[in-house]
């Protein structure tokens, strides 16, 4: 029999583009070329069955591919042989990681060491596609539309690997000097009757490490005056169903926050820096909403619909041009003032009394008729307070008199009279306080939820945690930025 003396000389691998490349751009097979020599060193010249694998290790225990060809041709000792020939080769094989090629002569035992595979042109070709010498192209060269598929996909990039570079399933890249670029762009067809969802980019992120997974990463940058936008959103205003430029849904089971959005700004120079801006228009009877924030009542942590900090010197944690309305309890721990324009055109504030319970207050008039007189309460703001309960009445003379009292409080009224049996008919000015119906019985109460303290230290240590983030993202940019020079 041969003696297995095996000297590498060429080995073509042609990868396959079966998703959208048309396939005679690419040729499917693996030319594949080498040397046999018999057991005296001699060049063999005979017609032999040789059998190939292909295997993932360099050991050569994990087998993917084989075939057998029974009559391969050598003269001279040279063979040559089209892998795949036999047994078509599965696009899947060739999956960017390295792959082992194992030979066997007749009934001999395989040769050892098994050779590494190397890409030649073609696989180079379709594995980055050289742009650098043409203004115009696609994935073939008859237009935007040249990738079409009547059968779910269209285009599908997957990237694997197990090292510490990023792995890119799709990279759009785009420059122009005058007009418009766009890296990638989307759009979902509208021209058929459809009753199914329709998304112009769906996107998400799985991830199995500590490291943050992000359905969407996307940064932008301006080097001139022109804004900068990490991200535009508009609805149209096509159909009539809701409309949101940006709906933001986030679920969590853990002890760690849930944040359906977060918004931050910085600008280290005079400009304002908006964290999140929405703005709404709605030409017809429906509401416009500029943002729409909803915490759902479940789990045990505290619930934010809004969490908004900001530096007390010179900013606002929120600003409202408008009336704002609150349907429950408004807890403020710093002072509640009124911004008053006085005469030089400043703004000064007026600050609201407290108290430690809950107390509504009116004010009015009333006169004496022979040192007496009944005061009926307004009836509007009788509803808003319980007056069967006890309820404080100060009263001030409007002139000189003995002095004034009240007598027979009731729920409608008052009775005032003059002391000392005084029987004059001056006026008088009053003021009545009386507990807000329904918080009879709260003083002092507790504030639920977290202290400010502890927002604060959720707060700094996710602040801490978005700028570790932020400094990852900015290396890998500007390692991206490097590579696309």
Known sequence: MVRKSFVFLVVGMVMFFFASVSSADVPDSINYQGKLTTSSGGCLNDTVQMTF??????????????????????????????????SPLPASIFDGSAKYLGVQVESDAEMSPLKPMVSVAYAYRAGAVDCSDCDDRFVNVEGPDSVESSDHTAFLGKAFGSYAAANIGIEGRAKNSDGASYGGYFM????????????????????VSPDATFGALVSARNYSSGGVYAGSF???????????????????????????????????????????????????????????????????????????????????????????????????????????????????????????????????????????TVVGLDPLFSQTVNTNITYHVFLTPGADCNGLYVVNKTPNSFEVRELK?????????????????????????????????????EQERFQSELEQERAKMKQENMEREAELR
């Open 234 to 372: 508009a609805a149209n205003d096509d159909g009539t169903g809701i409309h949101y430029g940006v709906r933001a849904q986030s679920y969590g089971s853990s002890s760690a926050s849930t944040h359906g959005s977060y918004g931050f700004a910085s600008n280290t120079s005079t400009g304002i820096a908006y964290g999140i801006q929405g703005e709404a228009v709605n030409s017809s009877s429906g509401q416009a909403v500029g943002g729409h924030f909803y915490v759902h009542d479940s789990g045990t942590g505290s619930k934010y619909g809004v969490l908004s900090t900001a530096p007390v010197s010179n900013g606002y944690a929120g600003y409202f041009s408008g009336r704002v309305l609150i349907t429950d309890t408004l807890i403020v721990l710093g002072g509640k003032s009124a911004a008053v324009k006085v005469d030089n055109g400043e703004y000064r504030l007026l600050y609201s009394q407290e108290s430690p319970e809950n107390w509504f207050e009116d004010f009015g008039e009333g006169q004496l008729v022979d040192g007496r």
């Open 53 to 86: 694998t292909i295997y993932a290790d360099e050991s050569g225990t994990l087998w993917e591919w084989s075939e057998t060809q029974p009559q391969v041709e050598v003269k001279d000792g040279i063979f040559n042989v089209l892998l795949g020939s036999v």
């Open 188 to 207: 979902t067809d509208s021209s058929a009757t459809q009753t199914g969802t329709n998304s112009g980019i769906l996107v998400s992120g799985y991830g």
């Open 421 to 457: 049996g005084g029987s004059s008919n001056l006026t008088f000015s009053y003021r009545i306080v009386a507990k807000r119906k329904g918080y009879e019985n709260i003083r002092l109460a507790k504030m639920g939820g977290p202290t400010p303290e502890e927002v604060a230290a």
